[in-house]
């Protein structure tokens, strides 16, 4: 199974960006897709992005769109998470998951997932 790490998180103000990745464990030769989710305190696990491989697509939800971009290591063995323009509302623990599949929107649809990354924006 692959595994995948998460590393990026951190504290930044209002308005400031950071940079998320996710290794995975294995070079990614035929289809797969990884989705970045995230959960704040009491509160559901919601989808952010998403990016697939063969064929390669990208999707966001609708608070991530103009503000993150999804991307790939072109090895084939991270995908990344720029998140810019950061809202207070954007804390949360992000975790990144894969499935030999088409990435979706449902947490419940992937077996394998990171530990998480804490973000947190300050007013």
């Known amino acids: 199974q692959v595994r995948l790490v998460e590393s990026g998180g951190g504290l930044v103000q209002a308005g400031g960006s950071l940079r998320l990745s996710c290794a995975v464990s294995?070079?990614?030769?035929?289809?797969?897709?990884v989705s970045w989710f995230r959960q704040a305190p009491g509160k559901a696990r919601e989808f952010v992005a998403a990016?697939?491989?063969?064929?390669?697509?990208?999707y966001y939800s609708r608070s991530a769109k103009g503000r993150f971009t999804v991307s790939s290591a072109i090895a084939g063995n991270a995908v990344f998470l720029q998140m810019n323009s950061l809202k207070p509302e954007d804390t949360a623990v992000y975790y990144c998951?894969?499935?030999?599949?088409?990435?979706?929107?449902?947490?419940?649809?992937?077996?394998?997932w990171g530990q998480g990354t804490q973000v947190t924006v300050s007013s």
């Open positions: 294995e070079r990614i030769f035929s289809r797969y897709g």
């Open positions: 998951a894969g499935r030999p599949d088409i990435a979706t929107m449902r947490p419940a649809d992937f077996a394998s």
């Open positions: 990016i697939n491989w063969n064929p390669d697509s990208t």
